[in-house]
Structure formats: C-alpha cells, structure tokens
C-alpha cells in the first residue's frame, strides 16, 4: 500500500506553540508560553456542570447549542459588546472558538479566496485557512503600539481578498482596536465588500481603563461580521472547548449547518456550566481584570530588570519582550536558550509572522497562579547573552 497525505497538509506542521510546551514538560519547566490558563475554575460554572450531569443532560443537542445557553449569551452581547442578537438564529454554540473559526471559513469561502490578516497574527488562524484552500494575506503592524492605518488596511486589500480578521485584545500583542480604527475596518469593508471576522476570546482582559469594543457594535459592520467569542479564558476552562459565533442569520444558518457535519454539537454539560458562569455578577469581572492586570505588573517588571524589553499589553494575558539584547540569531535559538538557562518556556515570536519582525521577539504567558510567576521572574535573572550561554564556553 502506497501511503499518500492530503496535499491540504503539505506545508503544515504542529506549531513553535506546541513546540516549546513539549520541551518545557521535557525539562519539568515552568510554561509561561502556551496559553493554558490554569487558575481555577469559577464554583459557579464548575457546579453548573455537575448539576447538568447529574440531571442527566448528556445526549446530544441542537448543533446551534442548548436554548439555555443562547438566551444567556444574547443577555450578555446585549449587556457588554452593544450587540443584539436573536439566539433563534443568529448564535451558534461551538466547538472551541477555533471550532467556529474552522465552521465560518468553510460556510463561507471558496478556495482560493484571500483573507487578510493583521500581523502579528494568531497562528491557528493562518494555518486554519491555510487547511481550508484559502490564501492569507497580510498587513504587518509596527511595534510597539501597532496602530492600524487606513492607507496600510487599503493597501493590502487584493483582488481576491474575501474577509479581514480581527483579534481583538490581540494574542500576542494584546493590542486593543480603538472604535477610530475599526471605523477605519468599516469604510475599507464597506468599500470592498468584505466580511469581517473577529476573535474577541479576550474581550474581559483589558487593562488601564481600555475598554473592549466589539466591532460588529460599531456604525453598519454588524451586516457584514461574524463575531468569534468564548469562555475558555474568562472562566479558565480552556480544555472544555466551548465557543460561539454572532452573525447574521445566513451566515448564522451557515455556521450552523457545517458546525454540525464537524462536531454535531458542543459538549453538553458544558454548556450548562458557561450558561452559569455568564449569570455571575459583574464584580466577578472587574475582580478577572483586576487580578490579571497584577499579574501583568509581576512579569512586566521582572521581564525589564532582566534586561528583556516588555511591549506592555493593553489586553490579553501574553506580553511580547524584545529579546535583541541578549544576541541571539533568532527567536527559536533565544526561547530555547532561555529554556535550557533558566527553565522558562516562551514562544518564539517568528510564530506570529510571516517575515522577519518576530525574530527579536518572545511571548510569554502570564495566566499563572502568582506565586509560579514570582519563581518565574527569579529565574529570568539567570538569563544570559548568547556570547556567555554556555553552548559558547571555552
């Protein structure tokens, strides 16, 4: 037998993400690189599992997700992203956000079709669509503040560009969009007929009074957006794999109709447990970004005094840390440097790009638990230049 792969594959390979997690467990490090979110899980929305499983809520359900957690979904849009959305039809419960993801390219395009994304970019958003026949695109955005320009934006549209993706707060740069930037989102959209598709998993992270907007809230974008949203950092349950999507009701009808050849349907006591999680009160919010906004100080600061250069976040849990300093070639040689130094796993930043600005760049993680990131900026301190690694010693 003649072993033959898809050719939708060739080209692809498990991201630096994976990469580095696998080395650190390799070493008994600490992973300040995937985003893994291990705090704990809210009692709320843990009980709310446990309830759903005890009342026996665990065959299948409509592919569009249980009614419970659609209503409490379309409370929520309404409440915190100024959106107002019918969860008849146009809410669609997932399988992770990369599930609906995965759902929205595969209802919506055609191969061939560009979509444009802002680098740096979240990379299973590039090999998504890659694995979906579709063609990236992209615009870099210059650090450190990684503004969106209008001429940039219209610039980088081609002929066959199909969509642009936003991933509001960024992972990684934590960069927020200003509402003057996504009316820039809107003029360029609206001139190119273009769907917008956002990825706003981090909307509850924000820091220094930066206020999320959801773009599909901003002036006549909602026709146009699939908004990408979820649960699995705001309630630390990032192995539940629990997402949606907001759209329109044919691209919603869409959605739902290749969520179910895919997945069929989200895990169902699952979904019980984050539509008690979004019943939670608004304290417990502001306590989320009040806790992780600490956690942002304790890894920035020991990231700066040891001689690493913080691009300080606006929101997310990651930071990117210009590495140039330390005299590496390349980011991957860096963060496993700093591995083998120090025990502190990172991600290269070439894994959110396609040229060269990621190569002076690491990201690190900071959804740990505090005490985990005090031992984490001890050792960082251990971290030297390439020329005074070992590997280099006479």
């Not at 992973?31 to 005890?54: F, K, M, S, Y």
């Not at 419970?68 to 379309?74: G, H, T």
């Amino acid at each position: 037998m003649t072993l033959s792969l898809s050719r939708r594959i060739a080209g692809l390979q498990i991201s630096d993400i994976r990469l580095m997690t696998r080395e650190c467990q390799r070493v008994g490090g600490i992973n300040l690189g995937q985003g893994l979110g291990d705090l704990p899980v809210p009692p709320t929305v843990r009980e709310g599992v446990i309830r759903a499983i005890r009342d026996n809520h665990n065959t299948y359900a409509l592919p569009e997700g249980i009614a419970e957690l659609r209503r409490a979904i379309a409370v929520k849009l309404s409440r915190d992203n100024g959106i107002h959305a019918d969860p008849e039809g146009e809410i669609v419960v997932t399988h992770g956000t990369t599930g609906a993801f995965a759902a929205t390219l595969t209802a919506l395009f055609n191969p061939g079709d560009g979509l444009l994304l802002l680098e740096p970019y979240y990379g299973y958003h590039l090999n998504t669509l890659l694995l979906s026949g579709l063609e990236a695109h992209f615009l870099t955005l210059k650090a450190p503040d990684f503004p969106l320009e209008e001429a940039a934006l219209r610039a980088a549209v081609r002929p066959n560009t199909r969509a642009i993706v936003l991933c509001t707060p960024s992972n990684p740069s934590g960069k927020m969009l200003s509402e003057a930037e996504i009316r820039v989102v809107e003029r360029i959209a609206s001139d190119n007929d273009l769907i917008v598709i956002t990825d706003e998993i981090y909307e509850y992270i924000t820091y220094d009074d930066h206020r999320h907007i959801s773009p599909a809230s901003v002036g006549s974008l909602r026709d146009r957006t699939v908004s990408i949203l979820g649960f699995s950092k705001t309630f630390s349950i990032t192995g539940w794999r629990l997402g949606y999507a907001v759209a329109p009701e044919p691209f919603a009808a869409a959605i739902k109709l290749v969520t179910d050849l895919l997945y069929v349907c989200a895990p169902i006591p699952l979904q019980y447990g984050a539509a008690a999680g979004l019943g939670a009160g608004i304290e417990y919010f502001s306590e989320l970004r009040a806790s992780y906004q600490r956690k942002r100080e304790i890894l920035c600061d020991g990231l700066a005094a040891a001689g690493f250069t913080p691009l300080i976040p606006q929101g997310a849990y990651y930071v990117l840390a210009d590495v140039t300093r330390f005299g590496y070639p390349d980011a991957r040689t860096a963060a496993l440097a700093l591995l083998a130094q120090t025990g502190i796993a990172g991600i290269p930043g070439s894994a959110f790009y396609q040229g060269g600005s990621g190569e002076k760049l690491i990201r690190f993680c900071f959804a740990k638990d505090d005490t985990i990131l005090e031992e984490a900026v001890q050792r960082l301190g251990d971290f030297r230049p390439a020329a005074a690694s070992p590997d280099n010693a006479t």
